[in-house]
């Protein structure tokens, strides 16, 4: 036994794990992860139905349902929150203990197929009914993207005005 203090050797522990390689690459790899098209449509929904100021949750990457909570507070009106679940039957479950916790349940969001869900509870038992489908975008390919910004280009050179051409001012105002 050593006679360092505990929190000398909580760092040393810490140190080492930051040293070790697995540790280092595996904290950017979830960071740098980028979200689907149906996430990206989910909290475009979840804005629309709880306002601009909502927050993502990262259990959102991956879930196949989407539940919009919000806190219920004596003063102010706090965000709500988008959280990701892996089924309906977590998502009745998350309902019925938001009842039970003291927030509002906003809406439900299923990704699998891109429909607001309007869960009833009656009895202790939650049903869904699913709404109109929303269109989700698709991601477009580089090169129809490349082509895109092409035929704008042309477009634009086109249809300029004379005065809006550098006229060889090097980038500054005439004097």
Same mark, same amino acid.
């Given at each position: 036994m050593s006679d360092e203090p505990d929190y000398i050797k909580a760092l040393k522990r810490t140190q080492e794990r930051q040293k070790a390689p697995g540790a280092a690459k595996a904290a950017p790899a979830a960071s740098s992860r980028t979200s689907t098209p149906a996430e990206r449509e989910a909290i475009r929904w979840a804005q629309e139905v709880g306002g601009k100021d909502v927050r993502t949750a990262p259990?959102?990457?991956?879930?196949?349902?989407?539940? !919009? /909570? +919000?806190?219920?507070? =004596? /003063?102010?009106? =706090? =965000?709500?929150? /988008? @959280?990701?679940? =892996?089924?309906? @039957?977590?998502?009745?479950?998350?309902?019925?203990?938001? +009842?039970?916790?003291? @927030?509002?349940?906003?809406?439900?969001?299923? !990704?699998?197929?891109?429909?607001?869900?309007?869960? @009833?509870?009656?009895?202790?038992? /939650?049903?869904f009914s699913a709404g109109k489908p929303r269109e989700i975008m698709k991601a477009q390919s580089p090169e129809r993207m490349i082509r895109m910004a092409t035929k704008q280009a042309e477009v634009l050179a086109k249809t300029r005005k004379l005065d809006d051409r550098n006229q060889g001012g090097g980038g500054r105002g005439r004097r």
């Open positions: 259990s959102l990457s991956g879930a196949k349902v989407a539940i !919009l /909570v +919000q806190k219920i507070a =004596p /003063v102010g009106n =706090p =965000p709500a929150t /988008v @959280e990701g679940l =892996p089924s309906r @039957e977590a998502l009745e479950e998350r309902i019925r203990t938001a +009842q039970g916790a003291g @927030e509002n349940v906003l809406g439900c969001f299923e !990704l699998t197929t891109g429909r607001p869900l309007t869960a @009833e509870l009656a009895d202790g038992k /939650v049903t």
